[in-house]
C-alpha cells in the first residue's frame, strides 16, 4: 500500500504574496471582531466631546472691587450667569440696574402716600430713575464712550448719596426712610462694582496710553478768551456768542421759565434745556435748592439766579446742575452758604459771577471753571 504524498503545486511568486496578505487581513478582521465584542458600547450619536463653556474665576474677580460680596453677588445670580462668562462688566451693570428698577419702583409708591410737601421721598425716586437711564448709558456705551461710562457710573453714585440725605432732611417716616435707604445702600454697592470692573478694564487697555489727553478735557490757557469744551458743538458755540434773545436778538425764545409757575417750563427739571433770560430769578429758600438742572446738555447764559435766604439760614443752593455736558455762560449765581452745586457729570462754567460764604462750590461733578469771578461774602458773625 502506497502512502499518498500530498501534492506540491508550484506556485507563481506574486500568487503567493497575495495569498498571505489575504491569509493576514482575515486574521486582523477576526481578532478586531473579538476586541470589538469585549470593548464596552458607546453613543454611536456622539461624533466628538464639545469643548466645555469658559468659566471665570467669579472670586477673584470680586477681590479687585471694593465690595467683593456684592460682586460675587451680581455675578453669580441666575439672569448674569451667561453673561458673566462673556462680559463681567456687563453682567454687573444688568444686575445693578435690576435693583435700580426695584428701589425706583419703591420710592415712586412711598412718595404717593407722603403728604408732606417737604418730603425727600420724590427727589430720591427721580434720582432713582435717572441713575437708571446713566446705567444704561453706561451699558451701551461700554465700547464706543469708556470716559462717558466713568462719567455716568460716577454720577449714578453720586445720586445714592443726594438721594440718602434727602431722604434724611426730608422724610419724617422712619420706616419708609429706612425701608428705601437699605435698598440705596445695597445699590450702592452694586453701582460701585459696576465701576471698579470697568476701571480695571480700563487700565488694562491703556497701559500703554499714559499721558493722553482725555477728548473731553479743556486745554490749559492763560488767555482771557473763554476756550470752550471740544464736546461743546460748533452750533451750541454759535448760540453762546450770540445775543441774549427777544425781538432782536439772534436767538428765539422758545420757552419761558419763572418761579411764580407762569412760565412753560419749571425750574427744576431733567430734561435738556437752553436758558436765556434778561431779569433775575430771586428767591428765598433755605435748606434746599432754588433751581436744578439734571438735564443732559443743560445751557444757560445770562441768568441771574439768586437764593436771598441770607448768611443765618444755613444751607441755600441757589443752583443745583447734574447735566451731563452742561455749559453755564455769564450768569449771575448769587447766594450764602453752598451756593452752587456742581452735583454730577462733566460741567464747564464760562464768564461767571459766583458769590457765597461757606462750601459756596461744592458737588461731584468733573467741572471746569474758566475766567469767572469767584466772591467770597462776608459770612455771619460767630
Known amino acids: 500500500m502506497h502512502r499518498l504524498r ?54 477673584a474677580i470680586s477681590l479687585s472691587t471694593p465690595y467683593p460680596t456684592a460682586c460675587e453677588t451680581a455675578l453669580s445670580s441666575p439672569a448674569s450667569r451667561s453673561t458673566t462668562t462673556k462680559d463681567p462688566f456687563a453682567a454687573s451693570v444688568q444686575f445693578a440696574m ?27 425716586a427721580e434720582l432713582l430713575d435717572i441713575s437708571l437711564g446713566q446705567l444704561g448709558d453706561a451699558l451701551a456705551g461700554a465700547a ?16 445714592q448719596a443726594t438721594c440718602i440725605d434727602s431722604l434724611a432732611a426730608g422724610e419724617p417716616d422712619r420706616a419708609r426712610r429706612d425701608a428705601v435707604r437699605t435698598k440705596v445702600a445695597e ?28 477728548a473731553g478735557a479743556v486745554t490749559p490757557t492763560t488767555s482771557t478768551t473763554t476756550m470752550f469744551p471740544s464736546w461743546v458743538s460748533q452750533h451750541d458755540k454759535k448760540l453762546l456768542e450770540s445775543s441774549m434773545g427777544g425781538t432782536s436778538g439772534d436767538v428765539a425764545i422758545d420757552a419761558v421759565v419763572a418761579v411764580d409757575g407762569s412760565g412753560t417750563l419749571g425750574l427744576s427739571t431733567r430734561r435738556s434745556q437752553r436758558w436765556w433770560r434778561r431779569t433775575a430769578v430771586e428767591e428765598e429758600e433755605e435748606g434746599g435748592r432754588l433751581g436744578a438742572a439734571m438735564g443732559s446738555g443743560f445751557i444757560a447764559k445770562g441768568l441771574i439766579i439768586i437764593n436771598s435766604a441770607g448768611p443765618r439760614k444755613g444751607q441755600a ?66
Open 98 to 124: 435690576a435693583r435700580a428698577t426695584s428701589a425706583r419702583t419703591l420710592a415712586r409708591n412711598l412718595s404717593t402716600v407722603v403728604s408732606s410737601s417737604s418730603s425727600g421721598m420724590e427727589d430720591c
Open 317 to 382: 443752593v441757589a443752583l443745583r446742575v447734574g447735566g451731563d455736558l452742561s455749559v453755564v455762560y455769564q450768569c449771575a449765581i448769587q447766594a450764602y452758604q453752598d451756593t452752587l452745586y456742581v452735583h454730577s457729570n462733566r460741567q464747564f462754567y464760562g464768564e461767571d459771577d459766583i458769590a457765597g460764604t461757606v462750601d459756596f462750590i461744592f458737588g461731584n461733578s468733573a467741572v471746569v471753571i474758566q475766567n469767572c469771578d469767584i466772591q467770597a461774602r462776608r459770612p455771619s458773625p460767630g
Open 6 to 59: 500530498p501534492a506540491f503545486i508550484p506556485w507563481p511568486r506574486p500568487i503567493a504574496m497575495v495569498l498571505l496578505a489575504l491569509a493576514t487581513l482575515v486574521v486582523s478582521i477576526t481578532a478586531g471582531k473579538q476586541e470589538d465584542a469585549a470593548a464596552p458600547r458607546y453613543n454611536n450619536n456622539v461624533a466628538a466631546v464639545e469643548p466645555s463653556t469658559p468659566t471665570m474665576n467669579v472670586s
Open 187 to 214: 445699590l450702592t454697592q452694586f453701582i460701585a462694582t459696576a465701576l471698579a470692573l470697568h476701571v480695571n478694564k480700563l487700565k488694562a487697555n491703556r497701559s500703554g496710553d499714559a499721558g493722553k489727553q482725555s
Open 144 to 159: 464706543a464712550d469708556v470716559d462717558g461710562v466713568t462719567t455716568w457710573l460716577s454720577a449714578a453714585l453720586t445720586n
